[in-house]
Nanobody, 115 residues
Framework: QVQLVESGGALVQPGGSLRLSCTAS????????MGWYRQGPGKQRELVAR???????NYADSVKGRFTISRDNGKNTVYLQMTSLKPEDTAVYYC?????????WGQGTQVTVSS
């Protein structure tokens, strides 16, 4: 059974930083295109960052230069380092694993940016 478990979400002030983690079981993250998505209040789910198996990482324009996605194959975990957080980054953040038309999702972790 495949599970993606996100953690690290919190309430943070504008300008602050957070690191989200996504630990997988049942799959190896090294074999999948991994990504972070988010869904803000009243908004559709959107791609934040992807780290494919073999190509370069890519980011939504709104987070370029502030967020960094990385993968630790030994820990079977994907991270999203977020800096210079803004209120508009408030959302539930979801981890995604994709391979050959199959998608797996985590349950999400809440990030709230507010003073």
């Amino acid at each position: 059974q495949v599970q993606l478990v996100e953690s690290g979400g919190a309430l943070v002030q504008p300008g602050g930083s957070l690191r989200l983690s996504c630990t997988a079981s049942g799959i190896f993250v090294s074999n999948y295109d991994m990504g972070w998505y988010r869904q803000g209040p009243g908004k559709q789910r959107e791609l934040v960052a992807r780290i494919p198996r073999q190509t370069n990482t890519n980011y939504a324009d709104s987070v370029k230069g502030r967020f960094t996605i990385s993968r630790d194959n030994g820990k079977n975990t994907v991270y999203l380092q977020m800096t210079s957080l803004k209120p508009e980054d408030t959302a539930v953040y979801y981890c995604n694993a994709y391979q050959w038309g199959t998608n797996y999702w985590g349950q999400g972790t809440q990030v709230t940016v507010s003073s």
